[in-house]
């Protein structure tokens, strides 16, 4: 059973020289640097809280007393924050370090049995809840390592992965092969045990490791398909500082959408006898217009994001990671969709689910009609919610925009059932569809 997320030891990379960005970083570590009035490194913090994370380690070393002052245990921020200082080794031509493996094997004795690890150079807006799950599966397949992947046929550094038929089948940094079009996009996962043979004090890169474990079939590939940005260098760097005035600091109107029979359709379950979501991959089919619709939407100036209760897997209808396959695979279908945000959880689910995936049974703020999944969102993006709807084909969709202070569209028709649960809630507009709701959307008028 996966572990909860605040129970996930997270360990940031945060030792590096920074050379390459030369007088930006003469009085400050790579992770300060100032972006709109905050550190770098507060950026890809925020996505790790909301992801659930609380426990971190910092590998520090080149200027770690700026980082300490800064970011101190951490509690402030309500994570708690320990740290593992790199000794700075002295060679001919200055500061040596021991490069990001042996950094780790400094910290092993702060190491927990499994942890996640990422870089403060770098923001990686990926589902994190993902990277556990496929991890703590993967290990019980015998893998010792998960390693995130982007596919990049060299657009964003030199391609070193060699990923075929659903599998990570090679990786290596020092030499270029031609079937090599992914990249490492910087979050992992661990298991200790993979650092317990190497000597304190032995200068090595991470890399060396995730090789000889890519070679010995140990190293499970997931790839996402998020970009990712990292501040190496100075074009970089300035490239981020205009990605955050965008994102955080300029507030953009949304439209939050429920998924299951308003972008795609709905389900007959054979064993429930029932209505349903899809549950295969080959069960979710899009509605008519939801592409076109989603894609107006945007053209219009909006956000677009699904959010969306799917408790499938703690019913133990299908597993966790089917839900986030499925999800993936909207987003392919529907390109203009910024982001899915689901809820997995349910109350009571089933035996089979408690076996299977416990975790995901129980109360949550996320689950709508609660509004957690819209507060998600407005969180990691600049939203104008006065200027934003929520879409959906269900008396919880329509309570849960109204919570967020969100204009509503139902689509459907409005049955007395469902009078009746909404009370005195009413939608904005009725629709007959997702291209009638973002017709009216956009323009304030009924589709003709």
């Not at 770690?64 to 790199?86: M, P, V």
């Not at 998960?146 to 075929?164: E, P, R």
């Not at 290596?172 to 200790?192: A, T």
């Amino acid at each position: 059973m996966m572990p909860k997320m605040s129970d996930i030891q997270v360990v940031v990379m945060m030792g590096g020289l920074g050379r390459r960005l030369g007088s930006l970083i003469s009085d400050c570590p790579k992770p300060m640097l100032p972006v709109s009035g905050k550190p770098f490194f507060d950026y890809e913090l925020l996505l790790l809280k909301l992801a659930g994370f609380r426990r971190f380690l910092f590998c520090t070393g080149h200027m770690s007393r700026e980082i300490e002052s800064y970011y101190k245990d951490g509690s402030h921020l309500d994570i708690s924050i320990t740290y593992s200082k790199e000794p700075e080794l002295q060679d001919g031509s200055g500061v040596k370090l021991l490069g990001t493996g042996g950094a780790l094997r400094h910290a092993y004795d702060k190491l927990s049995d499994d942890f996640l690890l990422v870089y403060a150079d770098s923001f990686m807006d990926i589902d994190y809840r993902e990277v556990v799950w496929r991890y703590f599966k993967a290990k019980e397949e015998g893998f010792s390592s998960l390693m995130t992947l982007l596919k990049n046929n060299g657009d964003y550094d030199k391609s070193n992965v060699i990923y075929k038929d659903g599998a990570l089948k090679l990786y290596d940094k020092k030499q270029e092969l031609s079937d090599m079009d992914h990249i490492d996009y910087g979050v992992n996962m661990f298991s200790r045990q993979v650092f317990a043979g190497r000597d304190e004090g032995e200068v090595f890169d991470l890399g060396d490791i995730q090789h000889e474990l890519s070679l010995s079939g140990r190293l499970y590939g997931l790839v996402v398909t998020r970009r990712f940005y990292e501040i190496g260098r100075v074009e970089p760097y300035k490239e981020f500082i205009s990605y955050v005035k965008d994102r955080f600091e300029d507030k953009k109107k949304a439209v939050f959408l429920d998924r299951d029979g308003v972008l795609n359709e709905i389900v007959y379950n054979e064993d429930t006898e029932q209505l349903d979501s899809p549950l295969r991959l080959s069960e979710l089919k899009l509605l008519p217009g939801a592409a076109r619709a989603v894609a107006e939407l945007k053209s219009a100036g909006y956000h677009v994001f699904v959010v969306t209760n799917q408790p499938a897997a703690a019913k133990g209808k299908t597993d966790l990671g089917t839900l986030f396959d499925i999800n993936k695979k909207l987003m392919e279908l529907i390109p203009d969709i910024d982001e899915v945000f689901m809820c997995p959880h349910h109350p009571v689910g089933s035996q089979k689910g408690r076996e299977r995936e416990g975790e995901l049974i129980c109360e949550c703020e996320c689950r709508k009609p609660k509004d957690g999944l819209i507060r998600q969102a407005t969180a990691k993006y600049a939203i104008d919610s006065d200027s934003s709807y929520m879409v959906g084909d269900s008396h919880t969709d329509i309570i849960c925009g109204r919570s967020a202070k969100l204009k509503t569209v139902f689509i459907g028709s409005l049955k007395c059932d469902t009078c009746k649960k909404l009370g005195d809630i009413s939608p904005d507009y009725v629709a007959l569809d997702i291209e009638d709701a973002a017709s009216y959307i956009i323009s304030g008028r009924m589709r003709t």
